[in-house]
């Protein structure tokens, strides 16, 4: 159909003379700065940043901002993925023990056959895809909602994780692979630490803000980033107009395996082992990331710096309890408030901006 | 604004060709038949206008001719071409365009980025190649103005919209991306008397520039207005099908009202 565009030119002789377009009252940058969604969480990423440097000597030096940077990454690189995917109207509840399943796999198929590493890695990479494209196939075969989908992915996925390793390794961590071929490449491309002169940082926050921008440009630059939204804000209305919603589902869900493989990669070449019982819980670490950076519960709405800054505010807040010295068990109280507060300022912000028409 | 229209329609649609016609069209949900022996046809140049009440089968006989779903039974022709739809994809690569009462536009989108969904330009034809932003901006901006809709900015979300110019964008989309047969679901519904105006003043217009319209509704008043041919469902059947000439808006909307058992009815309740 795009090509009809080309043929289609402006009639200008035969129509009557038309407003001008310049003439039309455009927005003040700020106003248009306050639309965008991530907006709210930028402010909260200040307000908390500006407490803890209040409050926390350490948490003011260069050192500590790569710990919570690293933190934040950890949480960030998956959040994109469920970002997007949120913006595209469904939910991803496996994707935390996805990442275990990933690392696990990688660390078993390569130390149970001594091979290299690398294989490892594909072989994890292929079962992480196979695990997105299975809940999305589901979602938009069955039309049962994902949250229930995933649900069950979740489960189904956390009882492998310890019964499979169980099973092949007698334990309920995986074999130590840091002898393996290829280990040394493997590690630097996933957890080696790049010193930056001033900073030294770990090389998944580069990966992040990488994933950061691809998820960005994709998301506004690109049509299938026009999709997603529109898979989001209006399923069947996107469907009329032919919009491939099932393809651009499934493809998010798999984009959510993809990033969680990255992660399970990442723990995997940072630590040489894995336990099978981690990652329960960070599917709502991720999911909350997302919500905080703007992302709607109900779809078509969002955006990947969102997630970026709502896992900021995550690693923030982590940290930053260790650096003022509190006792973590409060964290998670802390936690929760924290994030009421974020999403109250979002709302508040969200529809300050709306007036403004 | 007919003739801005003109200019941007389909250039070989002639007045009075049959673009769709539909034959004994069926369609049967397990055991339940939602529509039968349903005979439609809509010409370039005229309104057809599909009438009944809630469950009368209008919108399963819009699922059929916009690829939503498939009939079961019947003939559905397209330019004399004998066709099954199994996505709105294929309906739309044959030119019939469908827009929705409800579900037209993606309330949270900017303007442009809905006028050009699912029909994007972009800048290469490898897969992520990136949109042409500054180019669809602009024309969705001066095409919507040539067409009479004026919206305050082209980047605003279009559910800031009113109801009618959501209708009248998509609408103008269907037209802009060479429809040759537009069907409208419901537009006037869930509108006031004043925007319900301006989506008939802009279907009058789409005929007039040599579109079949289909013009679904349940208000024989909105039909009268604008059509050329008139048919009536009732559960599923085809009730009345007449043209212009040899039915008025009296006739209409008493078999809209059930006719025949109304009268039944008013006979039952005399006090």
Same mark, same amino acid.
């Given at each position: 159909?795009?090509?009809?565009? +080309?043929?289609?030119?402006?009639?200008?002789?035969?129509?009557?003379?038309?407003?001008?377009?310049?003439?039309?009252?455009?927005?003040?940058?700020?106003?248009?700065?306050?639309?965008?969604?991530?907006?709210?969480?930028?402010?909260?990423?200040?307000?908390?940043?500006?407490?803890?440097?209040?409050?926390?000597?350490?948490?003011?030096? &260069?050192?500590?901002?790569?710990?919570?940077? @690293?933190?934040?990454?950890?949480?960030?690189?998956?959040?994109? =993925?469920?970002?997007?995917?949120?913006?595209?109207?469904?939910?991803?509840?496996?994707?935390?023990?996805?990442?275990?399943?990933?690392?696990?796999?990688?660390?078993?198929?390569?130390?149970?056959?001594?091979?290299?590493?690398?294989?490892?890695? %594909?072989?994890?990479?292929?079962?992480?895809?196979?695990?997105?494209?299975?809940?999305? @196939?589901?979602? %938009?075969?069955?039309?049962?909602?994902?949250? &229930?989908?995933?649900?069950?992915?979740?489960?189904?996925?956390?009882?492998?994780?310890?019964?499979?390793?169980?099973?092949?390794?007698?334990?309920? +961590?995986?074999?130590?692979?840091?002898?393996?071929?290829?280990?040394?490449?493997?590690?630097?491309?996933?957890?080696?630490?790049?010193?930056?002169?001033?900073?030294?940082?770990?090389?998944?926050? &580069?990966?992040?803000?990488?994933?950061?921008?691809? =998820?960005?440009?994709? &998301?506004?630059?690109?049509?299938?980033?026009?999709?997603?939204?529109?898979?989001? =804000?209006?399923?069947?209305?996107?469907?009329?107009?032919?919009?491939?919603?099932?393809?651009?589902?499934?493809?998010?869900?798999?984009?959510?395996?993809?990033?969680?493989?990255?992660?399970?990669?990442?723990?995997?070449?940072?630590?040489?082992?894995?336990?099978?019982?981690?990652? %329960?819980?960070?599917?709502?670490? @991720?999911?909350?990331?997302?919500? %905080?950076?703007?992302?709607?519960?109900?779809? =078509?709405?969002?955006?990947?710096?969102?997630?970026?800054?709502?896992?900021?505010?995550?690693?923030?807040?982590?940290?930053?309890?260790?650096?003022?010295?509190?006792?973590?068990?409060?964290?998670?109280?802390?936690?929760?408030?924290?994030?009421?507060?974020?999403?109250?300022?979002?709302?508040?912000?969200?529809? @300050?901006?709306?007036?403004?028409? | 604004?007919?003739?801005?229209?003109?200019? *941007?329609?389909?250039?070989?649609?002639?007045?009075?060709?049959?673009?769709?016609?539909?034959?004994?069209?069926?369609?049967?949900?397990?055991?339940?038949?939602?529509?039968?022996?349903?005979?439609?046809?809509?010409? $370039?140049?005229?309104?057809?206008?599909?009438?009944?009440?809630?469950? $009368?089968?209008?919108?399963?006989?819009?699922?059929?001719? !916009?690829?939503?779903?498939?009939?079961?039974?019947?003939?559905?022709? #397209?330019?004399?071409?004998?066709?099954?739809?199994? !996505?709105?994809?294929?309906?739309?690569?044959?030119?019939?365009?469908?827009?929705? /009462?409800?579900?037209? #536009?993606?309330?949270?989108?900017?303007?442009?980025?809905?006028?050009?969904?699912? !029909?994007?330009?972009?800048?290469?034809?490898?897969?992520?190649?990136?949109?042409?932003?500054?180019?669809?901006?602009?024309?969705?901006?001066?095409?919507?103005?040539?067409?009479?809709?004026?919206?305050?900015?082209?980047?605003?979300?279009?559910?800031?919209? !009113?109801?009618?110019?959501?209708?009248?964008?998509?609408?103008?989309?269907?037209?802009?991306?060479?429809?040759?047969?537009?069907?409208?679901?419901?537009?006037? $519904?869930?509108?006031?008397?004043?925007?319900?105006?301006?989506?008939?003043?802009?279907?009058?217009?789409?005929?007039?520039?040599?579109?079949?319209?289909?013009?679904?509704?349940?208000?024989? *008043? *909105?039909?009268?207005?604008?059509?050329?041919?008139?048919?009536?469902?009732?559960?599923?059947?085809? #009730?009345?099908?007449?043209?212009?000439?040899?039915?008025?808006?009296?006739?209409?909307?008493?078999?809209?009202?059930?006719? /025949?058992?109304?009268?039944?009815?008013?006979?039952?309740?005399?006090?």
């Amino acid at each position: 159909m795009s090509s009809s565009v +080309a043929t289609q030119q402006p009639a200008q002789s035969s129509s009557p003379p038309t407003p001008a377009a310049a003439g039309r009252p455009q927005k003040s940058l700020f106003a248009r700065v306050l639309a965008r969604p991530e907006v709210g969480a930028l402010a909260a990423a200040i307000v908390i940043f500006a407490f803890f440097y209040a409050v926390a000597p350490t948490f003011r030096s &260069l050192p500590a901002a790569s710990t919570y940077l @690293y933190a934040s990454s950890t949480i960030g690189i998956v959040a994109v =993925g469920v970002a997007l995917l949120m913006i595209g109207g469904e939910f991803d509840l496996s994707s935390g023990v996805a990442v275990t399943t990933a690392a696990l796999t990688a660390a078993m198929s390569c130390y149970q056959l001594s091979l290299n590493v690398w294989v490892g890695v %594909v072989v994890s990479l292929v079962v992480a895809l196979a695990i997105g494209f299975v809940n999305g @196939y589901l979602v %938009v075969r069955t039309g049962i909602p994902s949250f &229930l989908v995933t649900l069950s992915t979740f489960f189904v996925l956390q009882g492998l994780n310890l019964g499979v390793t169980k099973l092949i390794t007698g334990a309920v +961590a995986t074999p130590n692979v840091s002898g393996l071929d290829g280990f040394a490449s493997a590690r630097a491309v996933f957890a080696s630490d790049i010193d930056l002169g001033i900073i030294t940082l770990k090389i998944t926050v &580069l990966w992040w803000l990488a994933f950061v921008a691809v =998820g960005t440009w994709v &998301l506004l630059r690109t049509r299938v980033g026009n999709w997603i939204f529109a898979s989001g =804000g209006n399923e069947a209305s996107a469907r009329a107009v032919g919009v491939p919603v099932k393809k651009v589902k499934i493809g998010l869900f798999m984009a959510v395996g993809f990033l969680a493989w990255f992660l399970g990669m990442h723990l995997l070449m940072n630590f040489s082992s894995v336990q099978a019982g981690i990652g %329960v819980g960070n599917e709502f670490v @991720y999911i909350i990331a997302a919500v %905080v950076g703007g992302a709607l519960l109900t779809g =078509g709405y969002g955006s990947a710096v969102g997630s970026a800054l709502g896992a900021v505010i995550f690693g923030m807040t982590t940290q930053g309890i260790v650096f003022a010295g509190w006792d973590p068990n409060w964290f998670k109280t802390f936690l929760g408030a924290m994030l009421l507060m974020a999403v109250m300022v979002n709302l508040y912000i969200k529809n @300050y901006a709306a007036q403004r028409k | 604004m007919t003739d801005t229209i003109a200019d *941007h329609a389909a250039s070989d649609l002639k007045a009075g060709e049959s673009l769709v016609e539909m034959e004994g069209v069926g369609k049967a949900y397990g055991a339940i038949r939602a529509l039968e022996g349903v005979n439609l046809t809509v010409k $370039a140049g005229e309104v057809t206008c599909v009438l009944g009440d809630n469950g $009368a089968g209008k919108s399963t006989l819009i699922k059929i001719i !916009s690829g939503l779903h498939p009939h079961s039974e019947g003939t559905l022709k #397209v330019d004399g071409k004998e066709r099954h739809f199994s !996505s709105p994809r294929e309906a739309l690569d044959t030119g019939i365009a469908t827009v929705y /009462q409800d579900l037209a #536009v993606v309330g949270l989108m900017e303007v442009w980025r809905n006028f050009f969904l699912g !029909s994007e330009i972009r800048k290469g034809r490898y897969p992520l190649a990136p949109l042409d932003i500054k180019a669809m901006r602009q024309i969705a901006d001066t095409e919507l103005q040539k067409m009479g809709i004026t919206v305050k900015d082209i980047n605003q979300p279009i559910g800031t919209l !009113s109801g009618g110019q959501r209708q009248c964008v998509a609408i103008a989309r269907a037209v802009y991306f060479g429809a040759r047969v537009l069907i409208l679901d419901e537009p006037t $519904a869930a509108l006031g008397v004043k925007q319900s105006g301006v989506v008939l003043k802009y279907t009058a217009a789409a005929r007039d520039a040599g579109l079949g319209v289909v013009f679904i509704t349940h208000n024989p *008043h *909105h039909a009268y207005m604008v059509g050329d041919h008139f048919i009536i469902l009732k559960l599923g059947r085809r #009730v009345l099908d007449k043209k212009r000439s040899e039915v008025g808006l009296e006739e209409l909307t008493a078999e809209m009202a059930g006719g /025949q058992e109304l009268a039944e009815l008013s006979h039952e309740l005399k006090r």
